[in-house]
């Protein structure tokens, strides 16, 4: 390649834009975990549950801005470039921060992978369900074994994940980012309409009342689930995980640092404004009583083919997402073994496949045998702890301080040199405290609810 086909680091020149930056974050953030939103508020009520959701938006957008300066090495605009998260907790922090940064954020992006095959199959499921509650009443016996329809998703995968690198799925990001608008908004507009069709709000102040009757958790019932809401919501924010990714696909000029910030502030507005829709309209239609997820709960059964087409969308869509996240751990990976074994032949025979829809692919058999494998395994763990809410919870608090507070603000402390004891200093170490408790209460009434629902469950039933 000619000097001119080539960006200042020695790589091809990066051809992103704000609008695929969007694309990619968009899809990453407006996930699964929006579908839980009403769950999460009935938990809470109409006092905390927006309060969370808003509070997470807006610590969410400030750390973003804080990390998305550090792409480049102690300049923003002419530093050398960190190409994901964890070049820049190095180069920042040094070793001991980056084999904790990689241990936390690539166990994360492992677990999201998990998390979305258990979702897709629960939306392949439903669309079966919906048709047979349709020809036989919603009272029917309708059970279908998710099994199956996570096998044909991983399925999927396996053909997806030889798209060699995070900066090639665009196209697949833009289809995902449009399906994410599409199912959201279908959970939106039936809820809006169960809302006016029964004319009330429901929800009280503070969710789920403490009581014996049916309709009242005990005490620690009552905690755990609360807690697990908390995990919910830090889930549906956890986008930020792959954002020093794709800013390594934008082009410069302008300088990464200003577009990602208007890729930051772009999605997370977005996504908090759906967020607060789905999650506020979901509650004040459904009450206490408002699913797990909305669109495979069972919070609406007509009309059938709408809510089934909801649910198409939601498979296509994270079709994409799960690309999103496992592209990050497919580079690490590949990256470290290359570097052990850089002469090895197994590991660079790479050939060139034309694909009608995806265009030409380098198919790089190393890359096909351990991806194949990664499927594999997220699929044989999806069939083992298929808990959508508890999953989705747990996942939030594993990875909401480490990753979207504690790093992002040391980084900033180490870049600028903040001296210790001034204002901002004091802020932003009371900032980290407050949400290192909120991740620990989150992740410790996530494994309560999943703990509770193991009792129940037998595997591969």
Request: with cysteine.
């Amino acid at each position: 390649m000619s000097s001119a086909e080539l960006d200042d680091d020695g790589r091809p020149k990066r051809t992103g834009t704000f609008w695929t930056a969007s694309a990619h974050a968009i899809t990453a953030c407006i996930g699964s975990g929006v579908l839980s939103l009403a769950w999460g508020v009935a938990q809470l009520g109409w006092i905390a549950g927006p309060l969370v959701n808003v509070s997470f938006a807006v610590i969410t957008y400030f750390t973003s801005v804080l990390l998305v300066d550090s792409y480049r090495y102690m300049n923003p605009v002419s530093g050398r470039r960190l190409y994901t998260y964890m070049d820049t907790v190095k180069s920042y922090l040094g070793r001991k921060d980056t084999f904790v940064c990689g241990l936390v954020q690539y166990t994360n992006l492992f677990g999201i992978c998990i998390g979305y095959t258990v979702t897709a199959s629960a939306s392949m499921v439903a669309i079966k369900r919906a048709g047979c509650f349709h020809e036989r009443g919603r009272h029917a016996e309708c059970h279908v074994s998710n099994n199956l329809y996570m096998g044909i998703f991983g399925a999927a995968q396996i053909f997806f994940s030889q798209i060699p690198d995070f900066a090639q799925t665009w196209w697949l990001s833009v289809l995902a980012a449009i399906m994410s608008f599409s199912y959201s908004g279908i959970g939106l507009v039936l809820s809006l309409i169960k809302f006016f069709d029964e004319g009330q709000v429901r929800g009280t102040l503070y969710g789920w009342p403490i009581g014996n009757g049916q309709d009242e958790y005990s005490r620690a019932q009552k905690v755990w689930k609360t807690l697990s809401a908390v995990g919910d919501i830090a889930f549906a924010y956890s986008f930020i995980i792959v954002l020093l990714n794709i800013q390594d696909t934008l082009k410069s000029p302008p300088p990464e640092n200003k577009t990602m910030k208007k890729v930051a502030l772009a999605s997370n507005l977005t996504c908090s404004i759906f967020y607060l829709s789905v999650g506020c309209v979901g509650y004040a239609a459904f009450g206490n009583h408002a699913p797990g997820n909305l669109l495979t709960g069972f919070g609406f059964y007509e009309p059938y083919w709408l809510i089934d087409f909801a649910n198409a969308c939601i498979v296509v869509h994270l079709v994409g997402a799960y690309q999103i996240f496992a592209q990050p751990l497919f580079s690490f990976l590949e990256g470290l073994v290359l570097k052990r074994w850089p002469k090895k032949t197994f590991l660079n025979n790479t050939r060139s496949v034309s694909i009608r829809v995806v265009g030409r692919i380098r198919l790089n058999i190393f890359h096909l045998v351990w991806r194949t494998i990664f499927v594999l395994v997220t699929t044989l763990l999806a069939l083992l702890l298929p808990f959508f809410n508890s999953i989705m919870g747990l996942l939030g608090a594993l990875a909401f301080f480490p990753l979207s507070v504690y790093f992002p603000i040391r980084i900033y402390m180490k870049r600028t040199n903040l001296r210790h004891y001034k204002c901002e200093w004091w802020f932003l170490c009371t900032l980290m405290v407050i949400c290192l408790l909120v991740s620990i209460g989150a992740a410790i009434g996530s494994v309560a609810e999943i703990l509770q629902d193991t009792r129940h469950y037998k595997p591969f039933n």
